[in-house]
């Protein structure tokens, strides 16, 4: 897609969010942002790890990999 189309719907879509939170009670703008908050936690926490799990196999298949051993011959 193209990038300029799809910033410029990131971009309303936000506004039309704010719009939403000025028209609904602030006791439940204040819950949703508690919840908001709740969830980009989970999602840092779960991209973390993530991202150190990853890492981890990555390390460890290439330990394994140096350690193979290798037939070669040397032709006189």
């Keep these: 897609m193209n990038k300029a189309f799809i910033i410029k719907m990131m971009k309303a879509?936000?506004?039309?969010y704010e719009a939403l939170k000025e028209i609904i009670p602030e006791k439940?703008?204040?819950k949703i942002s508690d919840l908001e908050n709740e969830v980009i936690d989970?999602?840092?926490e779960?991209?973390?790890?993530?991202?150190?799990e990853t890492k981890c196999k990555n390390n460890t298949s290439?330990?394994?990999?140096?350690?193979k051993v290798h037939?070669?011959?040397i032709e006189s």
């Design 13 to 16: 879509k936000k506004m039309q």
């Design 28 to 30: 439940m703008v204040n």
């Design 42 to 44: 989970l999602v840092k």
């Design 46 to 52: 779960y991209a973390m790890s993530e991202f150190t």
């Design 62 to 67: 290439e330990e394994t990999a140096s350690k």
């Design 71 to 73: 037939k070669v011959t």
